[in-house]
């Protein structure tokens, strides 16, 4: 195995994790800027560390991503495959970043390593993809949709009595709490995706065997890497998220982030499912915006957040097909 085309292939690993910090960092803290209960630059930092914290707390979404998803493949070829499912889902990230589109890198990830497998004519354990990511894909968003609304009535309720001046004001502290729950949240399932990838890379370079436990520099460098995308923000789809869908207050901002880090933890503790965060705290925002109204959601925007979340995977999953067809005619010997 060429110990270069390994560097290569985890230095690929780490660019889409700093591109999945910058790219979903607007799923933790979007609600949060909105309501100004933090400032910025504040709520980027506090994400960076939390989502730090985040990516020590388990390892069951990496051990799905590593050894549930495609088979690992051996030698160049393998490894050519992963690189290529990597290229995939980064230009994706771009992509819908430059237009402030909140996909999800999880499932351009996905969407990426079965693309590139099939193009590559390796085993997709089709089983683990339907149960882990599709099934997800679409419970997920509904959970985050009606707990969203669910928890937003029972707020309403519990605080019905209640000045709305005090409320708001409570609620921006409490927002503090929920915005760093959703960071944690994150940072458990967004970097232990890369760790499983960077995982994968080791089994097929020969520097571990499949089913060991994943080395701690990984954590670190994935954690790392993800923390600092994190910081550097993500102001488009921050905008989409904290505004275009519907205008928060600090109440409707902490019953989002508590509904959509309440159904990360599930996922990752008790279903090692990874989820897309990006997914659950949009459907969350608007399940607590149609408590006010059906009509205060701008559902065209959210049909555009929609359709993107059906394109992701095709989409980077035929751009890694693509990039391997073409790595393998370059490369190939």
């Known amino acids: ?60 979404v990496a051990k799905t991503v590593s050894e549930g998803l495609i088979a690992a493949p051996t030698g160049d070829h393998g490894m050519l495959i992963l690189f290529a499912a990597l290229a995939g889902a980064v230009i994706w990230n771009l992509t819908t970043w430059y237009f402030g589109l909140p996909s999800s890198s999880s499932h351009a990830l996905f969407g990426g390593l079965v693309g590139a497998a099939l193009a590559g ?18 419970v997920s968003p509904a959970i985050g949709l009606v707990g969203g609304y669910g928890v937003m009535v029972a707020l309403l309720w519990a605080f019905r009595n209640v000045s709305p001046h005090r409320t708001r004001r409570g609620f921006r502290m409490a927002q503090t709490v929920s915005a760093a729950g959703m960071a944690l949240g994150h940072g458990l399932q967004d970097a232990q995706k890369t760790m499983g990838v960077v995982a994968m890379a080791l089994v097929i370079g020969g520097y571990r065997d499949e089913g060991d436990a994943i080395p701690v520099w990984v954590k670190v460098v994935c954690a790392g890497m993800l923390s600092l995308g994190t910081y550097a923000g993500g102001w488009r789809i921050m905008r989409t998220l904290g505004r275009r869908i519907i205008q928060l207050d600090p109440p409707q901002g902490f019953a989002a982030e508590t509904t959509a880090s309440s159904v990360m933890y599930t996922a990752s503790f008790m279903f090692h499912a990874p989820i897309s965060t990006t997914h659950v705290i949009t459907s969350a925002i608007m399940g607590v915006g149609a408590t006010k109204r059906m009509r205060a959601v701008r559902w065209g925007v959210a049909r555009d957040i929609v359709l993107g979340w059906f394109v992701t995977m095709p989409a980077a999953g035929g751009v890694a097909a693509l990039g391997y067809w073409l790595g393998h005619l370059v490369f190939a010997r």
Do not use: C, Q
């Open 121 to 138: 004519s390796s085993t997709v354990h089709w089983d683990g993809v339907l149960e882990k990511v599709v099934v997800p894909m679409f």
């Open 1 to 60: 195995m060429d110990t270069f085309a390994l560097v290569v292939t985890i230095g690929v690993a780490l660019v889409f994790t700093y591109t999945n910090g910058f790219h979903d960092s607007a799923n933790a803290i979007a609600t949060s800027v909105s309501t100004r209960a933090l400032t910025p630059r504040v709520a980027l930092a506090m994400a960076a560390v939390m989502n730090l914290a985040g990516a020590f707390l388990g390892s069951g």
